[in-house]
């Protein structure tokens, strides 16, 4: 039985390490980290919305996209359609997103951030609980629509399913719209006023308990939304929320918190780090991100793209 | 008044008299004591419940009783927090003061157990936790499992990977000691078959990105991918490989956790794909077929590997208890009868290593529909490694 010791701590010279990487194959990693990145901008996205311009630290916001996955399997196989469950589940997470608001979330904007990790790490347990009841334990899937269900061949042996071009195109678009909202439209204005002054945007004569309410929505239906998208690829299991929370804290932070131009920034460089992270140093595959971090914050500890 | 007095001091007299009189009074002191320690809640609340009805079932079939003594239950959601191992564990043995403690799935919360089994010499049976440490240096007169190791169906595949003719393999998990613990397992009876593993990767727990790695497996073209994933990681796994087209091209391989209570999640993706287990769907003897009846009839769910590892553990206990009559105080007599059972399981029949850890055959399965469908015994009496066991 040496045998089965001594072959395990071979495994740091094993030779696979050694093989050179051809373009082809970079390119495809590159689309691999773009992937990746840009779904990671639609789950942090909300978040950075709700940290940034309302001060929430908003820990449940894993479960906003947990529930957006259980919603895409639930829906989805009611209506037959995954195109419908979104529909559908949008507008139910923008409603869940404005009665959180209304019923929790609104008291807390002058307490402490002690408070908020307090509240939302027990929605957290309650949504668990509630997803425990509600669907079960196991492990689903969710069938991706007919019309995407394709793969383009990349190279003699690997195809690249359409389904994930799809996603990073949403993203795009998503990407683009956010932009848009915040800087050109009059809701964006006021966004982004109530986010540096609330009392003054108030004084003016704005509804700013009505602007934090669709901010919180959004915030959700973001989470929500980058849930039920990504179900096809990510199925549906417990604990799945608690798995992109950490990753989408640190795309806010990278990016400065509040930024979503910094959000997309960051999450592509996370994608970048962790595609690459592991084909050139699988060993330090799982700290490449947060030695990013670490090194951007040493760098400009406000974060890449901090509000003015 | 002094009427009601007198009638309620004739009823205590009579109910005293009725005590005195009852045959073996069966006082809880004289009860058998059993402490179940699994995860009634999260990821694993599933696979918790159904080791609990296989082994109350095996418990049940054997009488409930020994020596005329009565099983007693005590329960502890461990959920499967290895935080809060130490403590669960302490309080079975030092609270409840039970005789066995029976649990659990999580091999951090395992090896936890089997600690504070060593240290209070408290009767220990597992009936899932693979890890190696176990049966290894951390093995025990007073410690038992009923269930694998992780080498144990890891060997298993690579000496078919062998058999089949392929020369060349990748080999990808999560980086724990479950997952390394299998790949190292393929990696010894691969490479004592004539096979090379051409690249170990690993990813961190429990992230589920893999597309990089299936660029890289693409471009390494390996005959065979042997991977290790359970739960939604295993659903994911399977699902993105036939997606990146790899599926028809480089065999994906794996053990049975890869596609056992996930088939449905994983549909069209899974199928053919080859796993060893200790168990498969429809195993037909007539042990497994009476088992699953009787299991669907008590519970009113289909049984799975899992109910059979528990049931295993009950079987087991209750070979020991009769073996003493139910009483417990006979350690060294209740163990080597323990030691020595040979435990009819619906798996097939099986003994135990000098390390406690069944000898077991395992099956090679084959996906068809939603049922792994076993094609033939991939290795016969596999023991396990056992390494730095000194029992």
């Given at each position: 039985m040496a045998a089965l010791r001594s072959s395990r701590s071979a495994r740091?010279?094993?030779?696979?390490?050694?093989r050179r990487v051809d373009l082809a194959s970079f390119l495809i990693q590159l689309l691999n980290a773009l992937q990746y990145g840009l779904l990671l901008f639609l789950v942090a996205s909300g978040l950075t919305l709700i940290f940034g311009i309302m001060g929430i630290i908003n820990l449940a916001h894993g479960s906003f996209y947990m529930i957006g996955a259980y919603m895409a399997f639930a829906l989805s196989s009611l209506t037959g359609s995954l195109a419908w469950a979104i529909v559908l589940g949008v507008i139910v997470s923008v409603l869940l997103g404005a009665f959180l608001e209304w019923a929790l979330?609104?008291?807390?904007?002058?307490?402490?951030h002690l408070e908020q990790v307090l509240l939302t790490y027990g929605l957290i347990l309650i949504f668990e609980e509630l997803r425990s009841i509600v669907i079960g334990n196991d492990v689903h899937g969710v069938a991706i629509p007919a019309l995407l269900d394709h793969a383009i061949a990349l190279g003699p042996t690997l195809t690249y399913p359409v389904y994930r071009l799809f996603m990073s195109g949403v993203c795009i678009v998503l990407a683009a719209g956010m932009y848009w909202l915040i800087q050109r439209t009059r809701i964006g204005m006021m966004i982004r006023a109530g986010a540096s002054n609330r009392e003054m945007v108030e004084s003016l004569g704005i509804n700013i308990n009505l602007l934090y309410r669709l901010v919180f929505a959004l915030g959700v239906a973001l989470a929500a939304f980058a849930g039920m998208l990504a179900a096809p690829v990510s199925s549906v299991y417990p604990g799945m929320g608690t798995q992109v929370l950490i990753v989408c804290f640190v795309v806010v932070v990278i990016g400065g918190i509040g930024s979503v131009r910094g959000a997309l920034a960051a999450a592509l460089l996370i994608g970048v780090v962790d595609t690459f992270g592991k084909v050139f140093v699988p060993e330090y595959a799982g700290v490449a991100v947060y030695i990013l971090m670490a090194a951007i914050l040493l760098w400009r500890p406000e974060g890449l793209f901090r509000r003015a | 008044m002094t009427m009601i007095r007198q009638t309620l001091r004739g009823a205590g007299a009579l109910l005293a008299a009725a005590a005195l009189l009852a045959p073996a009074p069966a006082s809880a002191q004289q009860k058998i004591k059993v402490g179940l320690m699994l995860?009634?809640?999260?990821?694993?609340a599933a696979l918790g419940d159904a080791i609990t009805n296989g082994f109350k079932m095996a418990i049940n079939e054997a009488g409930g009783k020994f020596g005329g003594r009565d099983i007693e239950y005590f329960t502890v959601?461990?959920?499967?927090d290895p935080a809060k191992a130490a403590d669960n564990a302490n309080k079975l043995?030092?609270?409840?003061?039970?005789d066995v403690m029976v649990g659990t799935v999580h091999s951090g919360v395992a090896i936890a157990m089997a600690k504070a089994a060593r240290d209070n010499n408290t009767l220990l049976i597992i009936p899932?936790?693979?890890?190696e440490d176990i049966t290894?240096?951390?093995?025990?007169?007073?410690i038992f499992r009923t269930s694998f190791s992780n080498a144990q169906p890891a060997l298993a595949m690579g000496k078919v990977a062998a058999e089949k003719g392929h020369k060349t393999a990748v080999t990808l998990t999560w980086k724990y000691a479950a997952g390394e613990e299998s790949t190292g397992g393929f990696k010894e009876n691969f490479e004592k078959g004539?096979?090379?593993?051409?690249k170990e990767m690993t990813l961190p727990?429990?992230?589920?990105?893999f597309q990089p790695f299936l660029t890289e497996i693409a471009a390494l073209k390996p005959d065979v991918v042997y991977v290790f994933f359970a739960g939604g990681g295993a659903v994911k796994f399977v699902k993105d490989y036939a997606a990146a087209g790899l599926k028809d091209k480089i065999a994906l391989l794996g053990p049975g956790f890869l596609t056992d209570g996930t088939l449905e999640a994983q549909g069209e993706s899974a199928q053919g794909l080859l796993t060893t287990l200790h168990y498969a769907d429809a195993l037909d003897n007539p042990k497994n077929n009476a088992f699953r009846a009787a299991y669907k009839a008590a519970y009113k769910v289909e049984p799975d590997v899992y109910a059979v590892q528990g049931y295993d553990a009950g079987q087991l206990l209750a070979a020991g208890l009769k073996a003493v009559d139910?009483?417990?105080?006979k350690r060294d007599a209740l163990i080597k009868a323990m030691e020595s059972a040979k435990i009819d399981s619906p798996r097939g029949p099986f003994a135990l290593s000098k390390a406690h850890n069944p000898i077991h055959d395992f099956y090679l399965r084959r996906v068809e529909g939603k049922e792994n469908k076993s094609?033939?015994?991939?290795?016969?009496n596999l023991s396990d490694p056992s390494v730095g066991c000194k029992m």
């Open positions: 740091s010279r094993s030779p696979g390490r050694i979330f609104s008291h807390l904007y002058r307490r402490d | 995860p009634y809640t999260g990821t694993y959601d461990d959920e499967s043995i030092k609270r409840d003061n039970v899932n936790a693979g890890a290894g240096p951390m093995c025990a007169p007073n004539g096979g090379k593993v051409v727990f429990p992230t589920v990105e139910g009483d417990v105080a094609i033939g015994v991939a290795i016969k």
